[in-house]
């Protein structure tokens, strides 16, 4: 596997589910980060993470809680989400040196129903 | 606070046209980097290019090309000859440097969606 890799790629949950999205990056990177992406609105930064540190949590509800055991991988987990939770989770992956760019995964496609 | 407009929402070309696409920008950093990404329809968003502040020289790659200007806050891209790949949302953002403990934060445009037709 290369570059930044994301499970599932498409996820349907009702609303009283529990469930998890995992981000693997294989590029040697120290920082990670979760973005929403729904229609019509701009990337909404999640969380990051460097150095296995969360540094940043854009108010984002309870309802979602990151967790990075690793420099590798980051795991979202989702518990009693709302239908307009529904969108498109991007990961993405940088070192954690200023102004580097950030390399993305495919994302997970989620329906709350 | 730092904001990137694509005042462009959805373009329409016919293939081998050339194609701009605008991005415009305001920030109070002095120091601060640019950046432009494509999503095509799988969804994965594929780095194009960096840029600093401090670098107002022009880039091409290939049949892509970025010009920055610092002094209308603005830095467009150029698609030369499209072709029907191109087509895909492109993502103009804006990096508000280096978060306490590590990482940055970018913050991005809304999109322009390019449409290459035969």
């Known amino acids: 596997e290369t570059g930044v890799t994301q499970t599932p790629r498409h996820l349907v949950m009702g609303m009283t589910n529990k469930k998890s999205l995992k981000c693997e990056q294989h590029l040697g990177h120290n920082a990670m980060y979760w973005y929403k992406q729904s229609a019509k609105k701009p990337l909404e930064l999640m969380f990051v993470y460097s150095l296995e540190e969360r540094v940043e949590n854009n108010s984002v509800p309870s309802r979602f809680s990151p967790e990075c055991p690793n420099s590798s991988h980051l795991f979202l987990h989702l518990h009693t989400l709302q239908p307009e939770d529904s969108a498109l989770y991007l990961c993405a992956s940088s070192q954690s040196d200023r102004y580097n760019e950030q390399f993305f995964g495919p994302g997970t496609r989620l329906t709350v129903l | 606070a730092q904001k990137v407009t694509q005042a462009q929402t959805e373009i329409s070309v016919v293939e081998k046209e050339d194609v701009t696409l605008d991005c415009v920008y305001e920030?109070?950093?002095?120091?601060?980097?640019l950046f432009w990404y494509k999503q095509p329809p799988s969804g994965e968003l594929v780095f194009l290019i960096r840029?600093?502040?401090?670098?107002?020289q022009n880039e091409i790659s290939g049949r892509y090309s970025w010009n920055f200007q610092k002094s209308t806050s603005s830095f467009n891209f150029t698609i030369t000859a499209s072709q029907v790949v191109d087509s895909a949302v492109y993502f103009c953002a804006l990096s508000e440097g280096e978060l306490t403990g590590g990482g940055n934060k970018l913050t991005f445009g809304t999109g322009t969606q390019l449409k290459v037709e035969l």
């Open positions: 920030t109070r950093d002095t120091t601060y980097y």
């Open positions: 840029r600093n502040s401090f670098d107002e």
